[in-house]
């Protein structure tokens, strides 16, 4: 009788070391979601136009600046215009699916709705001097 009773509460004991262990990990699995959902991590807006950083980056060995021209001077580094793309776009081969919606920008006069990625609080100094460099 009395090796049961030590044993079922050895196994209370047991159950309840447990049962605070995954409330712990869930509860701080629970805030870490909940931080990365508020800070939009891992956001990938549907853009009007399907615009590669990396191919005229790595493949044209472009600059930052030449399209984030303000970071030169402000610290936010803007958007290119249509006409910024059209500089290069009107000398290339143009008539694809992909600068459709860039081509149709430049020829109404209709500014690119590009979604918004990053917005930092006003309170953050963020520096382009980064953006500057590459
Ligand atoms: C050919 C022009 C071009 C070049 C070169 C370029 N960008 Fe961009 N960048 C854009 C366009 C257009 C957008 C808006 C569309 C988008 O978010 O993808 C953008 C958006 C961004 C954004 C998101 C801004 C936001 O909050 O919505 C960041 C960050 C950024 N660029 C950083 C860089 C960095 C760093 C480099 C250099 C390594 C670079 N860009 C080079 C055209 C360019
Ligand atoms: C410095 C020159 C340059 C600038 C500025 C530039 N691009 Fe490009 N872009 C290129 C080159 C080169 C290609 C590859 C074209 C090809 O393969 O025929 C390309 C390809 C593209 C493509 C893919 C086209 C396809 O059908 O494969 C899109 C879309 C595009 N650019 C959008 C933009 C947008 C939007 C901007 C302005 C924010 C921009 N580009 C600014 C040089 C530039």
């Not at 009788?1 to 047991?14: A, D, H, P, T, Y």
């Not at 807006?45 to 493949?59: D, L, M, R």
């Not at 472009?62 to 009107?90: A, E, L, N, Q, R």
Request: one cysteine or more; a positive charge; hydrophobic letters at 35%.
């Amino acid at each position: 009788m009395i090796i049961i009773e030590l044993n079922q509460k050895k196994s209370f004991g047991r159950f309840i070391l447990i049962g605070s262990y995954l409330l712990i990990v869930n509860l701080t699995s629970a805030y870490l979601a909940i931080n990365l959902y508020r800070n939009n991590f891992g956001f990938e807006p549907t853009q009007s136009v399907q615009f590669s950083h990396k191919a005229h980056i790595e493949k044209y060995d472009m600059k930052c600046v030449s399209c984030h021209y303000f970071s030169i001077k402000s610290p936010s580094s803007g958007i290119p215009t249509t006409w910024d793309c059209m500089i290069c776009h009107s000398a290339l081969k143009n008539e694809t699916e992909l600068m459709k919606p860039v081509n149709y920008s430049y020829d109404e006069n209709i500014p690119i709705s590009w979604k918004r990625i990053f917005r930092v609080p006003d309170y953050v100094h963020f520096s382009t001097r980064l953006i500057q460099e590459r």
